[in-house]
């Protein structure tokens, strides 16, 4: 199975291929050869590659420069994504795209699931990339949406780097944020997940692809100091104390009901996920 990948210099990205591409054949694309913003030559990159699939990683992350750039951050969230849905469907490929927690609220007081109404949250990045969520279901009905969150992986950037870049012994306490819950996941364990998605080439929907398990930021902060080794303390404080142009949900843990319910393997426990994730790629 050919697979071609938007957004192929990216964290998940560069995870996918690592771990994929072995069994399907993975083709990696990003910027200048694959532009989602441009139509038609998104649509001649289909026609010239003539993949079985299309991964789409592609997306404006930075979330707090989204709230900046509100056009840009539109126009590939939202507009690319239209662009590789329709270009999809003409020509009969099957589109995997990559979304967030971000299009919803944080206000409930439970994990979202896959049939939660949303609207798309209260930032620019979860709002845009909503919109991008409904381009792929109106343009192209042989699709599947998989949000994730708190991803981290080989290479990063990501919390996990960043907290170990911080905790190199020259700061006594860390502040680190409590009252955000999320399920922090490995980037290794979506790809594979997307890799039994693969192989089901009839199954569509919305599925969510994150660690089982939740945390805060600050439990998240002390497994990866205790499985690095690093005695380094930690002061929780809440978001207030953190203050960010974008309004980080309070509440980003999602339900893998979709999962469950098409029959797909369960998502691993975020703290094996990773401590296999530290032994690989920190020797810890």
């Known amino acids: 199975m050919k697979v071609l990948l938007t957004g192929g210099k990216g964290m998940l990205g560069r995870t996918i291929v690592r771990e994929l591409g072995g069994e399907f054949e993975i083709l990696p694309t990003d ?29 404006m992350t930075a979330v ?19 662009n590789v849905a329709a270009a999809c469907n003409r020509n009969g490929i099957r589109l995997i795209a990559i979304s967030t ?16 109404r949303t609207t798309g949250g209260d930032t620019v990045y979860g709002r845009s990339k909503f919109a991008g ?17 708190w991803l981290y992986g080989y290479g990063g950037p990501s919390f996990v780097h960043a907290m170990l870049k911080l905790a190199d012994g020259t700061r006594p306490v860390l502040k680190v ?5 999320g399920n922090p996941t490995s980037a290794v364990a979506v790809a594979h997940e997307l890799g039994e998605l693969l192989k089901r ?7 969510h692809m994150t660690c089982e398990g939740e945390a805060t930021w600050a439990q998240f902060a002390a497994e990866i100091f205790r499985l690095a080794g690093r005695d380094q303390k930690i002061e929780p404080c809440t978001t207030e104390e953190f203050p960010r142009p974008a309004p980080r949900p309070k509440n980003s843990r999602l ?10 393997s369960p998502m691993p426990d975020w703290r094996d996920a990773l401590a296999a994730f530290m032994k690989t790629e920190f020797n810890h």
């Open 64 to 82: 707090d420069k989204c709230e900046e750039a509100v056009d840009f951050a539109y126009k590939l969230n939202a507009r690319g994504t239209a």
């Open 133 to 149: 969520e409904e381009q792929v279901r109106a343009l192209c009905p042989n699709h599947c949406i998989c949000r994730i969150s």
């Open 255 to 264: 339900d893998k009901m979709g999962l469950r319910l098409a029959g797909l």
């Open 177 to 181: 944020v409590a009252d955000q819950h």
């Open 201 to 207: 080439p009839n199954l569509c929907g919305t599925f």
């Open 31 to 59: 910027l200048p050869e694959a532009d989602i913003t441009d139509e038609n030559g998104f649509d001649a990159l289909l026609k010239a590659e003539k993949p079985d699939a299309v991964i789409h990683c592609a997306a």
């Open 101 to 116: 927690d971000y299009v919803f609220d944080g206000d409930a007081d439970r994990p979202y699931n896959e049939f939660d």
